[in-house]
């Protein structure tokens, strides 16, 4: 089963922030939180990802609950390309490296 | 340019015909995974690879079979398919483990009548 959770749609406004919430409450200490988007008949590509602090880069932000036990992915002006599904995962440190994906939330973009 | 490569992108077989669906990364990367894609189901994780002639299973191992003797290739065979491996298929790679990004291939729609 999926150690994510996460809402199975979501609609927001062309040019608003988007605000993407994943839950993982039995994250363990040295797990990875990764974000990836898969895009309309494409393969999935890697959005952003973090540990403890939050991280940004050109594509979004990611903002990491003090307790580690949720996390949010920031778009912030979300444009008609943005319509995907997202992902949230968490890349296990012990040791085997079994990657869950889950089903995502897909992301609804209004013009 | 760096990539994962995956081939063939479309194939259509019958039961019980042995085929193999490569994967080949340009980019040194230690770790490879082979994933599939079902409506409904989202990605699962078929096997994965830490590094040469080292594999494990994931989610869905059963079925299938995989290979890692050189670090760029990580080919999945299915020795007897059947219609309940039709799906889409990804094969994926990344520098290490968990600090690091996953690249996708572009995927394998495959067919089993």
């Known amino acids: 089963d999926a150690k994510t959770t996460q809402p199975n749609s979501m609609e927001s406004n062309e040019e608003e922030p988007v605000h993407l919430p994943c839950n993982h409450s039995?994250?363990?200490?040295?797990?990875?939180i990764h974000w990836y988007r898969q895009l309309p008949s494409q393969g999935p590509e890697y959005v952003i990802h973090g540990l403890t602090s939050n991280v940004n880069n050109r594509m979004a932000s990611l903002a990491i609950a003090e307790d580690r036990k949720s996390s949010t992915l920031i778009l912030h002006r979300a444009t008609l390309r943005d319509a995907a599904v997202y992902y949230c995962i968490l890349r296990d440190s012990g040791r085997d490296d079994k990657i869950i994906f889950g089903k995502g939330t897909r992301l609804h973009i209004l013009p | 340019e760096a990539q994962v490569t995956q081939n063939p992108r479309y194939l259509i077989t019958v039961t019980g015909k042995k085929l193999t669906v490569t994967c080949s990364q340009n980019m040194n990367h230690e770790y490879m995974s082979w994933y599939r894609q079902d409506p409904g189901l989202g990605l699962r994780q078929i096997y994965y690879?830490?590094?040469?002639?080292?594999?494990d299973k994931g989610d869905v191992p059963e079925g299938y079979k995989v290979s890692r003797k050189e670090k760029r290739n990580f080919p999945l065979i299915l020795e007897s398919p059947s219609p309940n491996q039709t799906s889409l298929y990804f094969c994926?790679?990344?520098?290490?483990?968990?600090?690091?990004?996953?690249?996708f291939g572009p995927g394998t729609r495959l067919t089993v009548t």
């Open positions: 690879s830490m590094n040469v002639e080292v594999t």
């Open positions: 994926a790679s990344s520098f290490g483990r968990t600090g690091y990004e996953q690249y």
């Open positions: 039995t994250i363990s200490g040295t797990d990875y």
